[in-house]
């Protein structure tokens, strides 16, 4: 669906910085509340002077691990169509976080990496990349349910959720993820499937590189992206540390994936995230940790690290991208 003039306007101008108010001040209410909050603040001032400082050096070299994970994952599912070089679909992906950053769920991120591709495979480039996004969040779903599990006890203690609705959601995202990995791993029926429907065979040449993904590939991305997952986890591990908010492996592992998943269901703006994130940490590790201060430190931290940072360097890459291209088309 394409949106208008007006509704776009709407979203931006209107809709989107009221729902950033809403959230900025949900965050503020609930860090005002919080017991010691002079204390909270003396203590994180303390670390960012400490020797602990080099967990926020270990984090920033961490996104550089996470997106080339990701560039990895790019590479091998465009190689069908395209065989390029690591170093290429590294720019191609950060470039793909620029435009991601004010577009609804990240959309942009597929018009970034194709300006990349050669002319005549862009196109058929954005069925490709939509499968690495998709073993993303297998992985995040997968990861979700079980955290949902684990952590159904402490959410129906503090009435965060009725019990009804903590089960409607656990099927529902289990009902959603068994579907999603029957057309994961049957992408060559997806193919068929697609070639029947009338008027489609003139389009068709979009996905048959679908086709060609076999298991063995398949499974590949999964891997890519559960270590690119565990990566999410240390560095959450590692803020968190240095914030003074101090979690168990088990609460922190499954918190932060029922966290995921949330992020992942609710649509959002890149641009929003800070506060919505902000707001769904705080409420899950909030059953764990009083320190809510330090918990919205670590989340203003990592959307920093891990979204602003690479679409500053994205925007200056496809900056020179038209560079190149106006020298080369005078």
Known sequence: MKWNRNSKIFVHY??????????????????????????????IRASLGSSKIWYLVAVV????????????????AVKPVQQIPFLKSFKAVLSGVSFSISMPNRVGEYFGRVLYMDEGNRLKTISLT??????????????????????????????????????????????????????????SWLVKLLGRIPGSKKYLYLVEALGQFDYSLLLRLLSLSFIRFCVFLLQYYLLFSLFGVHL???????????SFLILAIIPSLAILELVQRGEI????FSLYSANTLGIGFTSAGIWFINLVVPAIIGSLLILGIRKFNQRSNP
Request: charged share 10%.
């Open 14 to 43: 209107f809709l989107g910085p009221l729902l950033f108010c809403w959230l900025t001040w949900s965050i503020y209410r609930q860090i005002s509340k919080q017991p010691d909050l002079e204390q909270a603040w003396f203590g």
């Open 61 to 76: 070299l961490l996104m550089v691990v996470n997106w080339a994970i990701e560039a990895r994952k790019w590479q091998l």
């Open 130 to 187: 939509i499968v690495t996004s998709i073993s993303q969040l297998i992985i995040t779903l997968i990861m979700g349910c079980a955290g949902l599990i684990f952590m159904r006890g402490p959410v129906q203690d503090a009435k965060l959720i009725a019990p009804m609705w903590m089960d409607v959601i656990l099927y529902g995202v289990i009902a959603v993820l068994v579907v999603m990995l029957l057309f994961y791993f049957r992408l």
């Open 248 to 258: 168990a492996l088990a609460p922190l592992t499954w918190g932060l994936s029922v």
């Open 281 to 284: 940490l705080t409420r899950i």
